[in-house]
């Protein structure tokens, strides 16, 4: 079966950047979208970001649209997001999901695989 292995997390300071990676343990044939979710204290977990695999297209969560990017490199089945000018409410857990159902979806039933997850802290 497919495994998913984020990394990257960290603390960061207010205005700061991260970039996190998803590394799948096989190749990702069969799998049309990876995505990342969030888990902030308090809420339940939340799409982020989404992208179709072997593609450009994405879609993002409108609390990280024009800070959050997310990319691929497909050869490497391996999915990225960089977060530039994190702040506080961005602290969280984050994991990475990859499914074939949904059209660039934020449904968790959307996506059959997901990671461990690694951890964001944004201080002020």
């Known amino acids: 079966q497919v495994q998913l292995l984020e990394s990257g997390g960290g603390s960061v300071q207010a205005g700061g950047s991260l970039r996190l990676s998803c590394a799948a343990s096989?190749?990702?044939?069969?799998?049309?979208?990876m995505g990342w979710f969030r888990q902030v204290a308090g809420k339940e977990r939340e799409g982020v970001a989404v992208i179709r695999v072997g593609d450009v297209l994405s879609r993002y969560a409108d609390s990280v649209k024009d800070r959050f990017t997310i990319s691929q490199e497909y050869a490497k089945n391996t999915v990225y997001l960089q977060m530039d000018s994190l702040k506080p409410e961005d602290t969280g857990l984050y994991y990475c999901?990859?499914?074939?159902?949904?059209?660039?979806?934020?449904?968790?039933?959307?996506?059959?695989?997901w990671g461990q997850g690694t951890q964001v802290t944004v201080s002020s």
């Open positions: 096989r190749s990702t044939t069969g799998i049309a979208w």
């Open positions: 999901a990859a499914g074939a159902a949904g059209w660039l979806s934020f449904r968790e039933d959307a996506y059959r695989y």
